[in-house]
């Protein structure tokens, strides 16, 4: 039995998604849940970690916050493969991506991480190591000292 929860905001003016799925939410209402918009940061994670995969069908994104988040409460991830959410997907392993705007690649995706999500999953060791803020910087100065020196 398979239970969509939806968070943050479903009916966002400037993309009308939740007016052309409506007859399909209508239809399959007993199986989707409508949360609103998570602003307690302890209830997101909560929200997260109940997960058994996250998914992210952007169509445009530079770089999808939530996908992390949902990768530090230990979800892994379907994302579609858009520039932002790819490399955050090829860094971790947490992931599978999929075609952008195939709702049957995002399908598939969903169904193989939920039949073998082993691959897909990592301890929070792992997850802070990948996602630790002295490194990333550490990082960053290298980039740019390089940069630099090229000069």
Known sequence: DTQF???GEHRVVYEDFYGQWKHL???YREHITFLGLIRNP???ADFYAMCDVFALPS????FPSVQIEAM???TPVVAT????AREVVRVTGMGKLVTPRDERALAQGLIEVLRDPTPYIKTKEEIRSIFNTERTLDQYEALLQSLVDEK
Do not use: E, F, H, S
């Not at 169509?59 to 530079?62: A, G, L, P, V």
């Not at 493969?81 to 932002?84: A, L, Q």
């Open 59 to 62: 169509r445009t994104d530079c």
């Open 25 to 27: 939410v209508d239809r």
């Open 42 to 44: 302890q209830k997101m």
């Open 72 to 74: 530090l409460c230990g």
């Open 81 to 84: 493969n858009i520039p932002g």
């Open 5 to 7: 929860v939806y968070a």
